[in-house]
Protein backbone atom coordinates (compact mmCIF):
# COMPACT_ATOMS: atom_id res chain seq x y z
CA UNK A 1 0.00 0.00 0.00
CA UNK A 2 3.05 2.21 0.55
CA UNK A 3 4.59 2.03 -2.55
CA UNK A 4 1.28 2.53 -4.70
CA UNK A 5 0.41 5.99 -2.78
CA UNK A 6 4.22 6.82 -3.54
CA UNK A 7 3.38 6.56 -7.16
CA UNK A 8 0.47 8.34 -7.04
CA UNK A 9 1.95 11.68 -5.88
CA UNK A 10 5.09 11.60 -8.00
CA UNK A 11 5.36 15.65 -9.64
CA UNK A 12 4.55 15.99 -13.36
CA UNK A 13 7.49 17.62 -14.87
CA UNK A 14 5.91 18.03 -18.22
CA UNK A 15 3.61 20.55 -17.31
CA UNK A 16 5.42 23.33 -17.73
CA UNK A 17 7.31 22.98 -20.42
CA UNK A 18 3.96 22.44 -22.04
CA UNK A 19 2.93 25.92 -21.00
CA UNK A 20 6.53 27.58 -22.22
CA UNK A 21 6.08 25.68 -25.72
CA UNK A 22 2.42 26.95 -26.09
CA UNK A 23 3.16 30.42 -24.68
CA UNK A 24 6.24 30.83 -27.38
CA UNK A 25 4.41 29.60 -30.13
CA UNK A 26 1.84 32.10 -28.94
CA UNK A 27 4.09 35.04 -29.05
CA UNK A 28 5.67 33.34 -32.37
CA UNK A 29 2.68 33.64 -34.34
CA UNK A 30 2.07 37.57 -32.91
CA UNK A 31 5.14 38.35 -33.88
CA UNK A 32 4.92 37.06 -37.04
CA UNK A 33 1.41 39.01 -37.59
CA UNK A 34 2.56 41.76 -36.37
CA UNK A 35 5.60 41.60 -39.18
CA UNK A 36 3.19 40.85 -41.51
CA UNK A 37 0.95 44.24 -40.90
CA UNK A 38 4.20 46.76 -40.46
CA UNK A 39 5.75 45.19 -44.31
CA UNK A 40 2.13 45.91 -46.02
CA UNK A 41 1.87 49.38 -44.05
CA UNK A 42 5.74 49.86 -45.43
CA UNK A 43 4.55 48.97 -49.04
CA UNK A 44 1.08 51.17 -48.53
CA UNK A 45 3.90 54.09 -47.65
CA UNK A 46 5.61 53.41 -50.00
CA UNK A 47 3.16 53.83 -52.56
CA UNK A 48 1.78 56.82 -51.64
CA UNK A 49 5.36 58.17 -51.80
CA UNK A 50 5.78 56.91 -55.55
CA UNK A 51 2.36 58.40 -55.89
CA UNK A 52 2.69 61.64 -54.44
CA UNK A 53 6.23 61.75 -56.80
CA UNK A 54 4.60 61.16 -59.91
CA UNK A 55 1.56 63.70 -59.68
CA UNK A 56 3.81 66.96 -57.60
CA UNK A 57 3.61 69.96 -60.12
CA UNK A 58 7.64 69.95 -61.75
CA UNK A 59 9.42 72.89 -59.31
CA UNK A 60 11.01 75.94 -61.24
CA UNK A 61 14.77 75.30 -62.30
CA UNK A 62 17.76 75.88 -59.23
CA UNK A 63 20.20 77.18 -62.06
CA UNK A 64 21.92 80.41 -61.60
CA UNK A 65 19.90 82.77 -63.86
CA UNK A 66 22.16 82.34 -66.77
CA UNK A 67 21.90 78.75 -67.22
CA UNK A 68 17.98 79.27 -67.82
CA UNK A 69 16.86 79.04 -71.74
CA UNK A 70 13.97 80.99 -72.67
CA UNK A 71 13.61 79.36 -76.01
CA UNK A 72 9.77 78.66 -74.89
CA UNK A 73 9.18 81.19 -73.31
CA UNK A 74 5.81 83.93 -73.82
CA UNK A 75 6.52 87.47 -75.40
CA UNK A 76 5.13 90.22 -74.01
CA UNK A 77 4.66 94.06 -75.49
CA UNK A 78 3.23 96.70 -73.98
CA UNK A 79 2.89 99.68 -76.61
CA UNK A 80 0.84 102.22 -74.53
CA UNK A 81 4.30 102.10 -72.06
CA UNK A 82 6.76 101.37 -75.33
CA UNK A 83 7.97 98.08 -73.00
CA UNK A 84 8.97 94.07 -73.68
CA UNK A 85 9.82 90.99 -71.67
CA UNK A 86 9.69 87.56 -72.02
CA UNK A 87 8.30 85.12 -69.53
CA UNK A 88 7.81 81.39 -68.55
CA UNK A 89 5.22 79.07 -70.64
CA UNK A 90 3.93 78.09 -68.05
CA UNK A 91 3.22 81.45 -66.63
CA UNK A 92 0.02 83.78 -67.21
CA UNK A 93 -0.67 87.15 -67.56
CA UNK A 94 -3.43 88.63 -66.25
CA UNK A 95 -4.55 92.40 -67.31
CA UNK A 96 -5.82 94.62 -64.76
CA UNK A 97 -9.85 95.51 -64.38
CA UNK A 98 -9.43 98.92 -64.47
CA UNK A 99 -9.57 99.62 -60.93
CA UNK A 100 -6.02 99.14 -59.70
CA UNK A 101 -4.51 102.76 -60.14
CA UNK A 102 -0.84 102.54 -61.77
CA UNK A 103 -0.98 98.60 -62.22
CA UNK A 104 -0.60 97.90 -66.52
CA UNK A 105 -0.13 93.94 -65.67
CA UNK A 106 0.02 91.41 -63.52
CA UNK A 107 1.61 87.79 -63.97
CA UNK A 108 0.73 84.62 -62.49
CA UNK A 109 3.38 82.13 -62.05
CA UNK A 110 1.38 78.63 -60.43
CA UNK A 111 4.30 78.67 -58.15
CA UNK A 112 3.42 78.31 -54.22
CA UNK A 113 4.40 79.10 -50.66
CA UNK A 114 3.50 77.90 -47.20
CA UNK A 115 2.82 80.64 -45.45
CA UNK A 116 0.30 81.25 -42.22
CA UNK A 117 -0.88 77.32 -42.93
CA UNK A 118 -2.11 77.80 -46.46
CA UNK A 119 -0.53 77.76 -49.81
CA UNK A 120 -0.21 81.34 -51.10
CA UNK A 121 0.91 81.60 -54.62
CA UNK A 122 4.14 83.59 -55.97
CA UNK A 123 3.00 86.91 -58.30
CA UNK A 124 4.21 89.62 -60.51
CA UNK A 125 2.49 93.00 -61.30
CA UNK A 126 4.13 95.61 -63.18
CA UNK A 127 2.70 99.33 -62.48
CA UNK A 128 3.72 102.75 -63.82
CA UNK A 129 5.82 105.20 -61.49
CA UNK A 130 6.36 108.81 -62.13
CA UNK A 131 9.24 109.27 -59.45
CA UNK A 132 11.20 106.99 -57.09
CA UNK A 133 9.50 105.82 -53.64
CA UNK A 134 10.99 107.25 -50.30
CA UNK A 135 12.36 103.51 -49.85
CA UNK A 136 15.54 102.73 -49.35
CA UNK A 137 16.44 101.26 -52.24
CA UNK A 138 19.82 99.98 -54.47
CA UNK A 139 21.03 101.32 -57.73
CA UNK A 140 21.65 98.49 -59.98
CA UNK A 141 20.88 97.73 -64.15
CA UNK A 142 17.73 95.68 -65.38
CA UNK A 143 19.20 94.29 -68.96
CA UNK A 144 21.96 97.51 -68.76
CA UNK A 145 18.66 100.36 -67.98
CA UNK A 146 19.26 102.14 -64.39
CA UNK A 147 17.36 100.81 -62.33
CA UNK A 148 16.65 101.17 -58.75
CA UNK A 149 16.32 97.89 -56.70
CA UNK A 150 14.14 97.51 -52.84
CA UNK A 151 12.22 95.14 -50.38
CA UNK A 152 10.48 98.28 -48.41
CA UNK A 153 7.66 98.52 -50.92
CA UNK A 154 4.34 97.64 -49.21
CA UNK A 155 3.15 93.82 -49.61
CA UNK A 156 1.32 91.57 -47.11
CA UNK A 157 4.00 88.58 -47.34
CA UNK A 158 7.27 90.98 -48.53
CA UNK A 159 8.02 92.07 -52.32
CA UNK A 160 11.19 92.64 -53.76
CA UNK A 161 11.18 95.63 -56.87
CA UNK A 162 12.51 96.95 -59.45
CA UNK A 163 12.33 100.49 -60.82
CA UNK A 164 13.63 100.58 -64.19
CA UNK A 165 14.04 103.96 -65.52
CA UNK A 166 13.01 105.34 -68.78
CA UNK A 167 13.21 108.54 -67.96
CA UNK A 168 13.66 111.34 -64.81
CA UNK A 169 10.17 110.84 -64.07
CA UNK A 170 9.10 107.82 -66.07
CA UNK A 171 9.68 104.11 -64.61
CA UNK A 172 8.16 100.90 -64.71
CA UNK A 173 7.85 99.09 -61.47
CA UNK A 174 8.41 95.24 -61.39
CA UNK A 175 7.64 93.64 -57.86
CA UNK A 176 7.31 90.02 -57.31
CA UNK A 177 5.82 88.67 -53.71
CA UNK A 178 5.84 86.68 -51.53
CA UNK A 179 9.43 87.79 -50.46
CA UNK A 180 11.72 87.49 -47.52
CA UNK A 181 15.34 88.65 -48.06
CA UNK A 182 16.19 86.98 -44.50
CA UNK A 183 14.12 83.90 -44.07
CA UNK A 184 13.34 82.75 -48.06
CA UNK A 185 9.71 81.00 -48.28
CA UNK A 186 9.62 77.87 -49.41
CA UNK A 187 10.01 77.44 -53.64
CA UNK A 188 11.82 81.46 -53.29
CA UNK A 189 14.92 80.28 -54.15
CA UNK A 190 13.44 78.11 -57.14
CA UNK A 191 11.33 81.52 -58.19
CA UNK A 192 14.03 84.24 -57.78
CA UNK A 193 16.31 82.64 -60.46
CA UNK A 194 13.39 83.15 -63.00
CA UNK A 195 12.14 86.38 -62.26
CA UNK A 196 16.03 87.38 -62.77
CA UNK A 197 16.14 86.02 -65.89
CA UNK A 198 12.70 87.64 -66.88
CA UNK A 199 13.94 90.81 -65.84
CA UNK A 200 17.45 90.49 -68.17
CA UNK A 201 14.75 90.49 -71.21
CA UNK A 202 12.77 93.63 -69.97
CA UNK A 203 13.48 96.71 -72.83
CA UNK A 204 12.47 99.78 -73.53
CA UNK A 205 10.74 99.41 -77.35
CA UNK A 206 11.31 103.19 -77.80
CA UNK A 207 14.63 105.38 -78.60
CA UNK A 208 14.10 107.42 -75.27
CA UNK A 209 15.60 105.47 -72.73
CA UNK A 210 19.22 104.94 -71.94
CA UNK A 211 21.40 102.21 -71.41
CA UNK A 212 24.40 101.96 -69.54
CA UNK A 213 26.74 99.43 -71.21
CA UNK A 214 29.84 98.43 -69.62
CA UNK A 215 33.10 96.39 -72.04
CA UNK A 216 35.87 96.69 -73.89
CA UNK A 217 36.16 99.63 -76.64
CA UNK A 218 37.34 98.16 -79.66
CA UNK A 219 37.83 100.22 -83.06
CA UNK A 220 35.98 98.82 -86.33
CA UNK A 221 37.45 98.82 -90.19
CA UNK A 222 35.08 100.08 -92.58
CA UNK A 223 35.71 100.00 -96.69
CA UNK A 224 33.07 102.95 -97.29
CA UNK A 225 34.16 106.42 -95.56
CA UNK A 226 30.12 107.13 -95.78
CA UNK A 227 29.44 104.54 -93.25
CA UNK A 228 30.40 106.26 -89.52
CA UNK A 229 30.84 102.57 -88.23
CA UNK A 230 34.46 103.23 -86.46
CA UNK A 231 34.13 101.81 -82.70
CA UNK A 232 31.96 99.06 -80.63
CA UNK A 233 31.78 97.77 -77.01
CA UNK A 234 31.87 94.50 -76.20
CA UNK A 235 29.75 94.01 -73.38
CA UNK A 236 30.64 92.49 -70.23
CA UNK A 237 27.29 91.08 -69.84
CA UNK A 238 24.86 90.61 -73.33
CA UNK A 239 22.30 92.77 -74.00
CA UNK A 240 18.52 91.61 -74.70
CA UNK A 241 17.50 92.91 -78.03
CA UNK A 242 14.16 91.44 -79.30
CA UNK A 243 14.10 94.33 -81.89
CA UNK A 244 17.36 93.26 -83.37
CA UNK A 245 16.03 92.30 -87.08
CA UNK A 246 19.30 90.25 -87.94
CA UNK A 247 19.29 88.33 -84.46
CA UNK A 248 16.74 88.92 -81.83
CA UNK A 249 17.85 88.14 -78.70
CA UNK A 250 20.70 88.38 -76.80
CA UNK A 251 23.70 90.36 -78.08
CA UNK A 252 27.37 90.73 -76.90
CA UNK A 253 27.98 94.22 -79.12
CA UNK A 254 26.89 97.44 -80.01
CA UNK A 255 28.25 99.58 -82.66
CA UNK A 256 28.67 103.17 -81.13
CA UNK A 257 27.82 106.25 -83.25
CA UNK A 258 28.28 109.70 -81.70
CA UNK A 259 28.17 113.60 -83.25
CA UNK A 260 29.90 115.21 -80.65
CA UNK A 261 33.35 115.34 -82.01
CA UNK A 262 35.03 115.40 -78.01
CA UNK A 263 33.37 111.70 -77.10
CA UNK A 264 34.31 110.73 -81.00
CA UNK A 265 38.07 112.08 -79.46
CA UNK A 266 37.66 110.25 -76.25
CA UNK A 267 36.46 107.26 -78.05
CA UNK A 268 39.40 107.09 -79.99
CA UNK A 269 41.94 107.71 -76.85
CA UNK A 270 40.17 104.62 -75.05
CA UNK A 271 40.20 101.80 -77.30
CA UNK A 272 41.38 98.50 -76.06
CA UNK A 273 40.32 99.70 -72.13
CA UNK A 274 37.30 98.62 -70.13
CA UNK A 275 34.64 101.23 -70.03
CA UNK A 276 31.10 102.68 -69.15
CA UNK A 277 28.77 104.34 -71.75
CA UNK A 278 25.67 105.83 -71.97
CA UNK A 279 23.84 106.50 -74.47
CA UNK A 280 20.51 105.39 -76.52
CA UNK A 281 19.67 102.25 -79.00
CA UNK A 282 18.77 103.93 -82.69
CA UNK A 283 18.08 102.20 -85.81
CA UNK A 284 20.89 101.95 -88.36
CA UNK A 285 22.00 101.02 -91.50
CA UNK A 286 20.03 97.89 -93.17
CA UNK A 287 17.96 97.67 -89.97
CA UNK A 288 20.91 97.19 -87.89
CA UNK A 289 20.97 98.63 -84.48
CA UNK A 290 23.73 101.13 -83.43
CA UNK A 291 24.23 102.76 -79.85
CA UNK A 292 24.38 106.98 -79.97
CA UNK A 293 27.34 107.55 -77.06
CA UNK A 294 25.96 110.72 -74.98
CA UNK A 295 28.97 109.55 -72.30
CA UNK A 296 32.08 107.74 -71.93
CA UNK A 297 34.78 107.35 -69.33
CA UNK A 298 37.38 104.67 -68.42
CA UNK A 299 36.75 102.05 -65.56
Do not use: C
Not at 197 to 213: C, D, H, P, R, V
Not at 215 to 242: F, M, N, R, V
Not at 258 to 264: D, Q, Y
Not at 289 to 297: I, P
Request: charged residues 20%.
Amino acid sequence: MKEENAVKTKPNYNVPLIIFLTAFAIFGILGAVYSVNQSRQLEKEVAELRNNLQTTPTALPTQPPEQISIDDWQSYTNENYSFSFRYPDQWAVRQPTGEEGNLIVYIDTEQTAELDGQEVEYYLWLESAEALPDDDYTQTLVNHYPAFKTDQKPSRYGALTYLVRKSDDQYISISLTPYNDENPFSNQNNVIPIFEKMLSTFQYTGQEAKIIAQGTLQSLETTDPDIPYDYQIKLSKPYYDELNAMKPGYVDDFVLVSNNESITQKLSSLVGESVTIEGKIEWGLAETRHLRVTTVVSN
